[in-house]
């Protein structure tokens, strides 16, 4: 059986070509991505017969309208559409299932599943850990390739996941840089929508300066919503602290002041930061604690008692940490006795202690602003070491809430945010002004003279 499939341009020729376990395609809006997704999977299942292969999208109109209304006349003669069950079955046995996933519920029905290949189709719309619990379908022992696509535009829940695998390529542990690439497309690859469509790319050069750099120049560093866009993550510039907020470590001077940050979670994450305080104001987070299993926003099911047993071992070995007096910060709610022994009481018995933060959640995102906003020299007044990955990981993909405009929104991973808005608003600081601090203060160069 052939198929016509048409003339893919050289990005989704390059696409349909790879063979790497994991592919992102896109970065731009208009690139081609959902062609070459319907192209690719028709490809894989006329290829090898008994394949089994899903292709997900959030909602069931968007499956409906971007691939199915298209296959199911492109595929006339060639596979069978069953419409009950949304899937396409091919004369060799093949299959091509539809799905969508919007909700944890959604993301359950796929469990015990088995697929050879899945397609995220604009993967950044969907949770982090939707896709990690559906990827987690693609096995068997079949000789088929095991394979996932992704098709991605920056911003959106899953921004930040896309973001960290495929553009700053930042592997956790079982995670193999060799299997991902990434494959970028812009609206200028897409001929055949230029032609259709001449005025598409004005459209989008007319979009707010945020969203143009992402939709139109397919730039990651920024996304429509994001709370904190100013914060910057640059490994090409982690020893000139002008151009990144995060940072290489470096021994913290001992007259420098530490603080702890804490946020309570068992069944979500607890986060505890460590910070130091230059003599500027300017702080650093050096250490942390963060209670996650490695699925996105699920706890450890830790204890009060097997928490704070973990923050004072920590406490006692870490180098910048060990023998310092410690001022601690922490939510309010610990304080509540109602149910027996307050979380803080426990606390107190591995001798941590905390001042009640201040809860204020606008005026805190605010410290956290004016503490990342660069002065006119260059330098902001919040560092990150680079081993702080729940930071890095969590804070820069908070979305604003769609109620309260000014808020973060509270169903995302936010704990690290919560932690670190106690600590800003213990050491609160006015917006900054041009020329606050002098490239010869530059606390970096301050800490190699006094080691």
Not at 197 to 222: N, S
Not at 407 to 432: G, K, L, N
């Amino acid at each position: 059986m052939e198929i016509y499939i048409g003339t893919p341009n050289e990005r989704q020729k390059e696409f349909l070509r790879c063979e790497k376990k994991y592919i992102a395609f896109g970065g731009a809006r208009g690139g081609g991505k959902s062609w070459a997704v319907r192209c690719k999977a028709k490809l894989l299942a006329l290829r090898y017969p008994g394949i089994r292969l899903l292709l997900v999208r959030r909602t069931l109109p968007e499956i409906e309208a971007n691939h199915l209304t298209f296959l199911r006349r492109e595929l006339a003669g060639a596979a069978v559409y069953r419409a009950g069950e949304r899937r396409f079955v091919f004369a060799n046995g093949s299959s091509l299932q539809f799905g969508y996933c919007g909700s944890d519920r959604d993301a359950e029905r796929y469990q015990g599943a088995e697929y050879d290949v899945i397609f995220f189709d604009e993967a950044t719309q969907l949770q982090e850990r939707w896709m990690r619990q559906l990827a987690a379908c693609v096995r068997g022992v079949n000789g088929f390739p095991k394979r996932i696509y992704y098709t991605c535009n920056p911003g959106g829940p899953g921004h930040g996941y896309i973001k960290r695998l495929f553009i700053d390529r930042r592997y956790e542990p079982g995670e193999n840089g060799e299997d991902y690439v990434f494959i970028p497309a812009r609206v200028t690859d897409n001929r055949v929508l230029l032609a259709r469509q001449p005025e598409y790319v004005k459209q989008l050069e007319a979009l707010p300066p945020k969203l143009r750099a992402a939709w139109l120049e397919g730039k990651w560093d920024v996304l429509a919503g994001q709370v904190f866009q100013e914060f910057t993550d640059d490994p090409a510039h982690y020893e000139d602290r002008r151009y990144s907020h995060v940072i290489r470590p470096f021994r913290i001077p001992r007259e420098w002041n530490v603080y702890r940050s804490y946020d309570f979670g068992y069944a979500k994450p607890f986060s505890c930061g460590w910070w130091a305080v230059d003599h500027d104001g300017c702080v650093y987070r050096i250490a942390e604690l963060y209670g996650c299993t490695g699925t996105p926003d699920e706890g450890v099911l830790w204890t009060p008692e097997k928490q704070f047993a973990e923050i004072r071992r920590i406490e006692e070995e870490h180098p910048d940490l060990r023998g310092r007096t410690i001022h601690g910060v922490a939510d309010p709610a610990i304080w509540d006795a109602s149910r027996g022994e307050s979380i803080y009481e426990t606390a107190l018995r591995h001798r941590i202690y905390f001042v009640k933060g201040d809860n204020q959640r606008i005026p805190g995102w605010m410290q956290m602003h004016y503490r990342m906003a660069f002065d006119g020299e260059g330098y902001p007044m919040l560092y990150v070491f680079e081993n702080c990955r729940a930071f890095i990981r969590t804070v820069p993909g908070l979305l604003y809430s769609g109620t309260a405009p000014e808020d973060v929104d509270t169903s995302q991973e936010d704990h690290v945010a919560d932690e670190s808005r106690y600590f800003c608003m213990m050491r609160p600081i006015a917006p900054r002004t041009a020329e606050v601090r002098q490239i010869g203060d530059d606390p970096l160069n301050m800490a190699k003279k006094i080691f």
